[in-house]
């Protein structure tokens, strides 16, 4: 499974570049605001630091402007990948990029239908919303497993991008469910090392050590 960050942070990315984890970033309007910086400036930024795939989303909601603001979003850096919400005039703006080799990523999906069309509309990525489903008491799992079922029916490339992430059991639970990328919160994708057991043993283990009065360095 692939992790992308969910951050429009250059510093929380930083921090967690050298672990290896990071396979992409993901980005929204709400992300933006947050950061409080300039779309084109920090999305070069993370494009820049960042090794996979960076998620840039559209304002835009008519489908001939969705597409000129995904081609300006796109000529940021070769790893944008524009992020479409899940309306017919967004169908319309996946295809065209896709035509034009721009990748997709279609989010704001809460339905197995929504994914479908997204998949036929040649989407890269779907990006199934489980938090805020499980906000509205519906199980985001479910929705992940029935996309992940759909998909390999009709051997779709879409690749299902877990979205909307609260939790380490979110995460583990959209392993579980075959989704092939989870984008995940800063603090969610830092808090999946933690075991109690671990800290338990790591004590046991130096103060033993430390009781041999040796020293490896
Ligand atoms: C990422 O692509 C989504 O925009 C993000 O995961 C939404 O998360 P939220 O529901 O916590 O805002």
């Avoid at 080799?101 to 239908?113: P, Q």
């Avoid at 004590?203 to 009781?211: E, I, M, N, S, V």
């Amino acid at each position: 499974m692939k992790f992308f960050v969910d951050t429009a942070e250059i510093s929380e990315i930083k921090a967690l570049l050298p672990t290896g984890l990071v396979d992409g970033v993901t980005t929204n309007p709400s992300l933006i605001m947050k950061s409080g910086r300039d779309i084109r400036e920090v999305t070069a930024e993370i494009c820049a630091l960042t090794p996979g795939p960076v998620s840039a989303e559209v304002t835009a909601l008519e489908a001939d402007k969705m597409i000129s603001e995904g081609k300006s979003l796109a000529k940021i850096a070769d790893n944008v990948v524009v992020k479409l919400p899940l309306t017919f005039d967004g169908l319309i703006a996946c295809k065209a990029l896709t035509s034009e080799g721009i990748k997709t990523n279609v989010t704001l999906c809460f339905s197995a239908n929504q994914a479908l069309l997204a998949a036929k509309a040649g989407a890269s990525f779907i990006s199934p919303f489980i938090g805020r489903l499980d906000d509205i008491n519906i199980d985001g799992m479910e929705l992940i497993r029935e996309i992940r079922v759909i998909y390999d029916n009709y051997d779709f490339r879409t690749e299902i991008l877990a979205a909307s992430i609260r939790s380490a059991n979110h995460v583990k639970d959209s392993a579980l469910a075959g989704a092939d990328v989870a984008t995940v919160p800063p603090g969610v994708l830092k808090s999946l090392v933690n075991h109690p057991l671990t800290d338990k043993g790591l004590k046991a283990f130096l103060d033993d050590w430390a009781k041999t009065g040796q020293k490896i360095l």
